[in-house]
């Protein structure tokens, strides 16, 4: 009985003084605090993303020497290029006009289509599963596939035209905005929601009056970003007969036209920056 008593003694006293209190002659061994690794978990991590990176760089076949020997023909590309080539600058301006045109165009018709696509998507406003989950599938079908595949599929279905290259651009962008919007409208307070909910207002007069209000600057931030993107994404349109500035471009790199090619790039650097410079300034008074 005293043996006993000692012993529980001894325990009451380990506990007494913490959780990293021992008996005496005894270690208990460290353990890893939250969150942390072990040293042989960390170097077996990092052994797996150097393994990771060395099969990307092996799948993407780069080659340093190759870029050696390409370097000195870029340059000697760019030294034909100058002087840039006026003789077909009106031609060249109307298809930029083009491509700006199937952004502006395209961006639209998404931000309509997203706008009512949200709110089924969004969680604090559709909480069934049923409705939501179709919603959200939707909308990450159209993100996933990039707006190049669709004005090829455009193309095929429509014709040659810049008609192909705002329907890809249209739907490719849904996807991107309607997730944007439903994500910019769960970040919402639901107080403001739930009290007009409250007061029995329906589903459309929430959404009008007591949602757009404070979503609306968000929404129009959103809408600016892609049509940045737009326009720089359908440049490259015009490859598969899309429409726009894009297939100049090509004509010029096949022809090996580079001062031509030269004034291809200036335009499209001055379309660009003019789109981003007013797209900043339209954010800027919205914040």
Not at 32 to 54: C, H
Not at 83 to 94: I, K, N, R
Request: glycine residues 10%.
């Amino acid at each position: 009985m005293t043996d006993v008593a000692a012993r529980h003694g001894r325990e009451a006293e380990a506990e007494a003084d913490g959780p990293g209190a021992v008996e005496a002659g005894e270690r208990r061994p460290a353990t890893p605090g939250p969150g942390r690794l072990p040293r042989a978990g960390k170097a077996t991590a990092a052994l797996v993303v150097v393994a990771g990176f060395a099969l990307c760089v092996r799948l993407a076949e780069i080659d340093p020497a190759a870029l050696a020997d390409g370097l000195p023909r870029m340059a000697g590309w760019a030294a034909r290029a100058w002087p840039p080539s006026t003789d077909e600058l009106g031609l060249l301006l109307q298809r930029a006009a083009e491509t700006v045109a199937i952004a502006v165009v395209g961006t639209t018709l998404a931000a309509a289509a997203a706008l009512v696509a949200c709110v089924p998507a969004a969680r604090n406003l559709t909480p069934l599963r049923l409705v939501r989950v179709p919603a959200r599938w939707l909308l990450n079908a159209c993100r996933g596939i990039d707006s190049f595949v669709f004005a090829l599929l455009f193309v095929a279905a429509v014709g040659l035209g810049p008609f192909a290259g705002t329907l890809g651009v249209a739907v490719h962008t849904f996807g991107s905005m309607g997730k944007l919007f439903a994500e910019s409208i769960e970040g919402l307070p639901g107080g403001p929601l739930e009290a007009a909910e409250l007061t029995g207002a329906s589903r459309l007069k929430v959404v009008r009056w007591a949602l757009l209000p404070d979503v609306a600057p968000g929404l129009v931030s959103v809408g600016l970003y892609m049509l940045e993107f737009n326009i720089r994404a359908s440049i490259v349109l015009g490859v598969v007969g899309a429409g726009g500035i894009g297939q100049q471009l090509k004509n010029s790199i096949d022809l090996l036209d580079f001062p031509r090619l030269f004034t291809i790039l200036i335009i499209m650097v001055a379309m660009v920056t003019a789109v981003d410079q007013l797209s900043a300034r339209i954010r800027a008074r919205l914040g």
